[in-house]
């Protein structure tokens, strides 16, 4: 508990202190806050009124408070320690004043820093500070805190943990990083703090006090573990797609490319980076031109682009790739980014390729047969394909047929043959799959 000691300051011509009735006499400057600090103590001056903005009235200075029983600190051992050190001095008024302003200041500065700072006794690792924060951390007040270690405030396993670090940093006068810890207190949640250890010294060089400076990064840590779970979704899906997103810093000539990029060219991620040159070797000459001279006319007009390339991978297989970019601008319009996706749609042009060579198979077999080939959509009432043979027998060109439209029967039908042709064409409208109608009608050919 703190114990407010009145403290009687004559005026500065004083030859003395008077403290819980005893006068120190002839104290030099600096003796009274040594010895406070030399006794583990500290002191602040009494709350000010809200109103003062002056700092200490004298009134005020004659109060000091002192951070232990006064009965067990001082005693006899403070009387002799002034006895045997003090020698012949003053102690000033305006001195005293203002190492209590400056204690009250950085008081306040401790108390309102955004981290948890605790002090603790390098012997019993007991806590003989915590400032507010900690308080909120912890889930205990000062008062509940004080006198007590690790062992008195967490479960046994989280205690001989905490105490364990402790000890061996001051045993081995160590100066080590900052560790997470994750902290459980009965009253408070989980929380996962990074802790800084200090050890002090005193001037014979053995440890005095630890002092623990604790920043609470559970939330901070929390983000990162849902931003790498989200991280491990995009990469899967990514590599489902095979596709990967890139982008190019126009400022610092740098490049960040997701793993998938390097996959779909076979390269190792862990060499480093993509440079453009890199990039642009994996397609022939002429592709890295289509691709550079999109790119330029991408960054003058502010517009995206979207083309699909044939490139080489690392091991020298042959791929289709698609690639898609955009360029950034800043606040006064210079292209500072360009970012975009490349995807390896290999599979999807083979499959076209395919297709393209198996109509072109097709196309060369209708052409070159003798009979006469059209096809007619029913529903949009349009010719959609005839034969070469078409015209070469009836003398319509494919463009006259498709002008035709919903005339075409009427137009190359005999008239006698017409209502049959079209009673058979509502048929078409109700039958099986691979179900066929044969019919003769005739054929009016044009007098070309």
């Known amino acids: 508990m703190s114990t407010l000691i009145p403290a009687l300051i004559k005026l500065p011509h004083c030859q003395g202190i008077l403290i819980e009735g005893r006068i120190l006499k002839d104290l030099p400057d600096d003796s009274l806050e040594n010895h406070l600090y030399n006794h583990?103590?500290?002191?602040?001056?009494?709350?000010?009124?809200?109103?003062?903005?002056?700092?200490?009235?004298?009134?005020?200075?004659?109060?000091?408070?002192?951070?232990?029983?006064?009965?067990?600190?001082?005693?006899?051992?403070?009387?002799?320690?002034?006895?045997?050190?003090?020698?012949?001095?003053?102690?000033?008024?305006?001195?005293?004043?203002?190492?209590?302003?400056?204690?009250?200041?950085?008081?306040?500065?401790?108390?309102?820093?955004?981290?948890?700072?605790?002090?603790?006794?390098?012997?019993?690792?007991?806590?003989?500070?915590?400032?507010?924060?900690?308080?909120?951390?912890l889930g205990y007040s000062q008062e509940e805190v004080l006198g007590k270690n690790a062992q008195d405030l967490f479960a046994t396993d989280q205690a001989q943990s905490l105490m364990a670090r402790e000890r061996e940093i001051l045993d081995h006068k160590l100066f080590l990083p900052a560790t997470e810890e994750t902290i459980a207190t009965p009253n408070q949640p989980v929380r996962i703090l990074r802790i800084k250890r200090i050890p002090i010294y005193d001037i014979s060089g053995n440890p005095q006090y630890l002092l623990e400076i604790a920043e609470d990064i559970t939330e901070w840590k929390n983000t990162e573990t849902a931003f790498r779970k989200n991280q491990a979704v995009l990469l899967e899906a990514q590599n489902l797609v095979?596709?990967?997103?890139?982008?190019?810093?126009?400022?610092?000539?740098?490049?960040?490319?997701?793993?998938?990029?390097?996959?779909?060219?076979?390269c190792n991620s862990s060499l480093g980076e993509l440079t453009t040159e890199d990039f642009l070797d994996f397609y022939a000459p002429a592709e890295s031109a289509r691709l550079v001279s999109l790119v330029e006319k991408s960054l003058e007009r502010g517009e995206s682009y979207h083309l699909t390339l044939k490139a080489t991978k690392l091991d020298g297989t042959a791929i289709y790739t698609e690639c898609r970019g955009k360029p950034e601008f800043n606040s006064e319009g210079q292209a500072i980014r360009l970012f975009g996706t490349i995807q390896d749609v290999t599979e999807r042009e083979e499959i076209t390729l395919a297709l393209q060579e198996s109509q072109h198979f097709v196309n060369r077999i209708t052409e070159v047969t003798p009979n006469l080939l059209y096809i007619y959509d029913?529903?949009?009432?349009?010719?959609?394909?005839?034969?070469?043979?078409?015209?070469?027998?009836?003398?319509?060109?494919?463009?006259?047929?498709?002008?035709?439209?919903?005339?075409?029967?009427?137009?190359?039908?005999?008239?006698?043959?017409?209502?049959?042709?079209?009673?058979?064409?509502?048929?078409?409208?109700?039958?099986?799959?691979?179900?066929?109608?044969?019919?003769?009608?005739?054929?009016?050919?044009?007098?070309?």
């Open 40 to 137: 583990n103590l500290q002191y602040e001056h009494p709350p000010i009124d809200s109103h003062t903005s002056s700092g200490l009235s004298d009134d005020l200075a004659t109060n000091l408070l002192v951070t232990d029983d006064i009965n067990t600190c001082f005693g006899k051992s403070f009387e002799n320690d002034f006895e045997n050190d003090l020698g012949n001095s003053f102690l000033s008024v305006e001195l005293l004043k203002a190492r209590c302003e400056l204690r009250f200041f950085l008081d306040t500065i401790i108390e309102n820093l955004p981290v948890v700072v605790s002090v603790k006794d390098a012997k019993s690792l007991r806590f003989i500070y915590l400032n507010q924060v900690g308080e909120k951390i």
């Open 242 to 266: 095979r596709l990967g997103n890139w982008e190019y810093d126009l400022i610092t000539k740098k490049s960040v490319c997701s793993s998938e990029v390097f996959n779909i060219f076979g």
């Open 378 to 448: 029913l529903l949009a009432n349009r010719n959609v394909y005839v034969n070469r043979s078409v015209f070469e027998t009836l003398g319509y060109t494919p463009a006259e047929i498709q002008a035709m439209g919903v005339n075409l029967f009427s137009t190359i039908c005999h008239p006698e043959d017409l209502p049959l042709v079209y009673a058979n064409i509502s048929k078409c409208h109700h039958l099986n799959d691979n179900e066929v109608i044969e019919l003769e009608y005739r054929i009016i050919v044009t007098g070309k």
